[in-house]
């Protein structure tokens, strides 16, 4: 407690917003009485919102969100890591606004301009052979897609899955899923089998040099340079899932190149290189789920499958592609994409004129605004930073991420190790707060 309070008076607790030069519109809807009783009344409850109080936001600029009574905030959510480029980013909304008065929607089974151009552009930032895009809604929709191509091609049924990893909540992708939260008492999950999260944090295994970030776990290992104890014990889980709960062959195995809903979670070096492997050596496919980590957030790399030095057979994208506009895509091989065209499928709003210029232009806002970098720079010297909140704070159990994924794993106290589930979810333009038992009005600039 002594060292907690020492800590507190070396640092201002009333740290200043930055300056914002941007005036808001002056808010005319509903009163917020009104909001809530619709709320209430008409929008479905499993659509739940945080606070005692929740916010009623009007509008946003770049990284700033105003609320109702033209309150700023600095949005460290970032519409749950989707904003990529900043609200309303002036070159995306005069692209959309541009469009939105020459097409917005035409069936995919023409050919229109927008489409091949975002193709060329968006395919043009994957290795070979990673070279055709199908166009989607939503991420589930896209590891849904993911998951029907995989078992397609392959003739093959079995998808093996991280515990702890978020694919969806689409009935087929549930069964991906595997944080309880998310289940529901239904069936789901024919055909997915979940294997050990390699997380050298709270695993059994982990060390002080496992993860591909500025900062370790506190864990002691007695690794040498070049090799990982706690790789090769959760490799041969893996291993021992393929070999006991699986047929001989499998149709692929999904992973997030860094786990986003469980916690910016972080597996030992080398570990999607070996498990790719095995995954291949028994006919499956390998698929990235870069909803999360994907468009330059880790910093380092564009793509998270990048940090691990592997090149998946299908990769999912949403959430940052659009800044906020519904659309993600699957990106894969001509010859796994070709698996899809043997029947129709089709998606009506998938591709259309309207999504792929937005997508379009955030592509251009992340490279000319050099967010990448940003992410690189702004989000070592936050896990630097967090990192120093270790030692003098109890409830602070790992500080880990990489780029603008960071997390903040709360404990009660570091020997029993049970948890308060907070964590940081951190935007390229915009950084984020998850808040899930913890009542946090705001996250201080500081």
């Known amino acids: 407690a002594f060292r907690q309070q020492k800590w507190k008076s070396s640092v201002s607790t009333q740290a200043k917003m930055p300056p914002c030069n941007f005036v808001p519109e002056k ?31 009007h509008q946003g600029h770049m990284q700033w969100l105003f609320d109702h009574e033209g309150r700023r905030y600095l949005d ?50 994957f290795p070979d052979p990673l070279k055709v895009v199908y166009f989607t809604n939503s991420g589930s929709e896209a590891n849904d897609l993911a998951m029907f191509m995989a078992r397609l091609h392959t003739r093959n049924f079995d998808i093996i899955c991280l515990r702890g990893g978020y694919h969806g909540g689409s009935p087929y992708t549930l069964g991906l899923t595997s944080l309880t939260p998310y289940k529901h008492g239904v069936a789901n999950g024919f055909g997915c089998t979940t294997t050990m999260l390699p997380d050298v944090f709270r695993g059994p295994w982990g060390g002080s040099h496992c993860r591909d ?82 468009f330059g957030r880790t910093g380092s790399h564009f793509w998270g499958f990048q940090t691990h030095g592997v090149v998946p057979d299908i990769v999912t994208l949403a959430k940052g592609i659009g800044n906020g506009f519904p659309m993600a895509a699957v990106v894969t091989t001509k010859e796994i994409a070709s698996s899809l065209a043997q029947n129709l499928h089709f998606n009506t709003f998938g591709g259309n004129p309207l999504a792929c210029v937005v997508g379009a232009a955030v592509l251009d806002a992340i490279e000319e605004d050099g967010l ?28 880990r991420g990489k780029g603008l994924m960071i997390g903040v794993e709360m404990v009660t106290d570091k020997v029993s190790d049970f948890f308060i589930p907070f964590n940081l979810h951190l935007g390229s333009c915009s950084a984020s707060a998850q808040k899930r038992e913890l009542d946090v009005k705001a996250i201080s600039p500081h």
């Not at 989707?82 to 070159?91: D, E």
């Not at 889980?237 to 992973?255: C, E, H, W, Y």
Request: hydrophobic share 35%.
């Open 27 to 57: 808010y005319e809807s509903y009163p917020y009485e009104r909001i809530q009783k619709i709320r209430e009344q008409n929008i479905a409850p499993s659509l739940r919102t945080y606070y005692k109080k929740p916010l009623l936001l």
């Open 76 to 125: 460290l959510f970032a519409g749950i890591v989707t904003v990529s480029v900043g609200h309303c980013h002036p070159k995306v909304t005069m692209a959309t606004q541009k469009q939105l008065a020459r097409l917005w929607h035409t069936t995919n089974i023409y050919m229109y301009p927008a489409i091949h151009e975002y193709a060329e552009k968006l395919t043009s930032l």
């Open 213 to 294: 970030s500025p900062v370790q776990t506190v864990r002691k290992c007695s690794c040498t340079e070049g090799e990982c104890h706690a790789k090769d014990q959760y490799i041969e889980q893996f291993k021992d899932t393929l070999n006991t709960s699986v047929p001989k062959t499998v149709a692929g195995f999904i992973a997030e190149p860094i786990q986003g809903v469980n916690g910016a979670v972080q597996y030992p070096r080398n570990f999607l290189k070996e498990a790719y492997q095995l995954i291949r050596e028994r006919g499956g496919l390998c698929i990235s789920d870069e909803v999360q980590t994907g």
């Open 372 to 399: 990448q970098k940003n992410s690189e720079d702004v989000g070592t010297y936050m896990l630097l930073e967090l990192a120093k909140l270790r030692d003098p704070f109890e409830i602070v159990g790992d500080v």
